[in-house]
């Protein structure tokens, strides 16, 4: 069975960082295209950093988090990880990561294109 398991959110005062963590049972990236989303209180759920193929390519990440969020995969540990720095209240959410088993995406922000989530991991930042 794929699992994907978020940890690493918590409470945070503005400008300070956290990273968070995705460990994935069942599947390994290389066939899988991978995404970290978040959804605030009383607002839709939203791409954060996705990326659009398999081998961890074309990685892209949403306007609000360009410059302050990293997106990376560490292979051997089959873990995804999201270093958020200069953390403002608007990045106040849940945080989940996604898999979505194909090659590649046309468009990694389509949450329906996504097969698998995490429970998500809250991150409050005042």
């Known amino acids: 069975d794929v699992q994907l398991v978020e940890s690493g959110g918590g409470s945070v005062a503005a400008g300070g960082s956290l990273t968070l963590s995705c460990g994935m049972s069942?599947?390994?990236?290389?066939?899988?295209?991978m995404g970290w989303f978040r959804q605030a209180p009383g607002k839709e759920r939203e791409a954060v950093a996705t990326?659009?193929?398999?081998?961890?390519?074309?990685?892209k990440y949403a306007d609000s988090v360009k410059g302050r969020f990293a997106f990376s995969k560490d292979t051997a540990a089959n873990t995804l990880h999201l270093q958020m720095n200069s953390l403002t209240p608007e990045d106040t959410a849940m945080y989940y990561c996604?898999?979505?088993?194909?090659?590649?995406?046309?468009?990694?922000?389509?949450?329906?294109?996504?097969?698998?989530w995490g429970q998500g991991t809250q991150v409050t930042v005042s």
């Open positions: 990326s659009d193929n398999a081998d961890f390519g074309n990685t």
């Open positions: 996604a898999a979505a088993y194909a090659a590649s995406l046309d468009d990694g922000f389509q949450q329906v294109e996504y097969n698998f």
């Open positions: 069942g599947i390994t990236t290389k066939s899988y295209c």
